[in-house]
């Protein structure tokens, strides 16, 4: 007897490690958009024991958990509110639209609760607050610390590892050539002077063309002389 009841608390401490060692699952698809605030007195005015996630009106809330109802009803501030007992703690999903399930029932990780409204006395946007505490002690617990990844951070698709030696090789990079500027264009060399000897031959020209008029003159005064000479002997 002594042995059976050992062996039957030892499965229900396994199946309670399993429970809490098990990741949860989002309830919807949105971001925190307020954080756990829990002080030493949990009681205290102006605490957040939950987390809120941002959600449009009327999105499906899906358990977080595997486990059974605890509650399913409307609760003052927190309006429609489904609790659900998975092992060792308590989830709660506050300020729902729509109830889909009923005290007693066993509900699985991702199994539809109801739907994100505005009932009660919700904060802000429309959202989901989901909180999380111990069944025992009842200390409140960061429900982010229970999750898996974030939505707005999903693992990376899985890929097809290149092959050994066809890996793509990089691409040049294209270096920019330098600009060569054509060099500037001389100058037209100036026109030369004219030839100096235009001038002189020109001055040839003239001095030739003269001489055969003093040579006329000079024979026409030789002339001249010899007439005279002639005349006075006669």
Do not use: K
Not at 61 to 90: E, M, P
Not at 100 to 126: I, M, N, W
């Amino acid at each position: 007897m002594t042995r059976a009841l050992c062996l039957s608390l030892l499965l229900v401490v396994v199946v309670v490690s399993g429970a809490q060692a098990s990741p949860w699952r989002w309830p919807v698809d949105g971001d925190p958009v307020r954080r756990f605030a829990v002080g030493p007195d949990r009681f205290a005015a102006g605490q957040h024991r939950g987390v809120d996630l941002a959600a449009p009106v009327g999105a499906p809330v899906r358990s977080a958990c595997t486990g059974v109802v605890r509650f399913a009803g409307a609760v003052g501030d927190a309006g429609r509110t489904v609790s659900v007992t998975c092992g060792a703690l308590i989830a709660s999903y506050l300020h729902l639209g729509s109830v889909a399930v009923r005290r007693g029932e066993r509900v699985a990780a991702g199994d539809g609760l109801g739907t994100v409204g505005r009932s009660g006395r919700p904060r802000g946007a429309p959202h989901l607050h989901l909180g999380a505490r111990r069944v025992a002690g009842g200390a409140y617990v960061d429900p982010l610390t229970l999750l898996g990844r974030t939505p707005a951070d999903p693992s990376p698709p899985l890929g097809v590892a290149p092959r050994p030696g066809l890996e793509p090789r990089p691409r040049p990079v294209a270096v920019p050539r330098p600009r060569v500027r054509p060099a500037p264009r001389a100058a037209p060399a100036a026109a030369e002077d004219p030839v100096p000897w235009v001038p002189f031959l020109g001055v040839v020209l003239v001095v030739l063309g003269a001489v055969p008029a003093v040579g006329a003159r000079r024979r026409r005064r030789r002339n001249q002389h010899v007439h005279g000479l002639a005349h006075a002997r006669r």
